[in-house]
């Protein structure tokens, strides 16, 4: 399931994205991973890639395949935790894969 290269709106206040990278030194291991960030209200996000998106996930809210996370190493609930989350961000769905 491909994703758009550009132009993804953000989930939250509908102004356009901005694609940018995780650096080389990300503390999760998503090295220059592409993700699309909200500049206008900083407080979106999403990966611009297709890890963890399967077509056998759960659907989200858009209808569409949900994408499989991993909790990362400074998570609250504790890292390495497995959750689903809308593949493009839209529509704010959030699970524990369980
Ligand atoms: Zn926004
Ligand atoms: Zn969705």
Known sequence: ????????????????????????????????RPYYKCTPCDSWFTWADV????EGNAPCYCNTPSRVNVTGVNARSGPGRRYRSCATGRCGYWSWDS
């Open 51 to 54: 890890v963890g998106v399967d």
């Open 1 to 32: 399931m491909p994703l758009p290269e550009h132009g993804l709106v953000c989930g939250g206040c509908g102004q356009p994205s901005t694609l940018k990278r995780t650096t080389d030194n990300n503390p999760n291991g998503n090295i220059q």
